[in-house]
Nanobody, 127 residues
């Protein structure tokens, strides 16, 4: 089955860090841009960050700049999201998705531009 699998979520205190992983299962990632999205309770899914196929260009939603870092290891078929200085409002279900092309758009990731999705990993920021 072709799918993306997210991992690395959990419960963390405010100010803490987590690193999320997105691995392709039967699905190659290295020719495509990959995006991270988040869905907070009661809110719509929002785009957080995108990385192009070669890993040398990234984009971030304004609210994530300086705290989140996206990266990839194509040899491992995996994309990462390093999240620092976490806040309670970062709580939500985090998804990765494979974009339809190799490059990222200059705006925050839009769901309609992504085809394959994972099932998400839960991040809870609470004391």
């Amino acid at each position: 089955q072709l799918q993306l699998v997210e991992s690395g979520g959990g419960l963390v205190q405010p100010g803490g860090s987590l690193r999320l992983s997105c691995a392709g299962s039967g699905l190659t990632l290295d020719h495509y841009a990959i995006g991270w999205f988040r869905q907070a309770p009661g809110k719509e899914r929002e785009g957080l960050s995108c990385i192009n196929s070669s890993g040398d260009h990234t984009t971030y939603a304004d609210s994530m700049k300086g705290r989140f870092t996206i990266s990839r290891d194509n040899a491992k078929n995996t994309v990462y999201l390093q999240m620092n200085s976490l806040k309670p409002e970062d709580t939500g279900l985090y998804y990765c998705a494979r974009r339809l092309m190799a490059y990222c758009s200059e705006h925050a990731p839009a769901m309609t531009e992504y085809l394959f999705w994972g099932r998400g990993t839960q991040v809870t920021v609470s004391s």
